[in-house]
């Protein structure tokens, strides 16, 4: 979420915009996930790139987390979207 704040402060307030910075931020979010587990896997001295069961659920947790994330930030772009607001 912080990510999608920050490339809110230094970009325009153009629709696509706003859309860009959300995939971006669910992009980035996953990513973040994912490398946090390889890192967990480095720390523990396993293979890098083998997951364990716990690996796998964080992973799934994270893309959930940020699903949820992405369908909050539609129904606002939706909602800004809608007539009422533009009056």
């Not at 402060?9 to 910075?21: C, E, G, I, P």
């Not at 992009?27 to 364990?52: H, T």
């Amino acid at each position: 979420m912080k990510l999608y704040v920050y490339t809110a402060v230094f970009s325009n307030k153009a629709l696509l915009t706003r859309w860009q910075r959300g995939i971006i931020a669910f992009a980035f979010f996953n990513i973040i996930g994912l490398f946090n587990e390889v890192f967990q896997n480095n720390m523990a001295n396993r293979i890098l790139f083998v997951l364990i069961p716990d690996s796998v659920k964080d992973i799934q947790m994270n893309f959930l987390g940020a699903t949820v994330f992405m369908m909050a930030v539609f129904y606002k772009l939706g909602w800004l979207q809608h007539p009422v607001c533009k009056q």
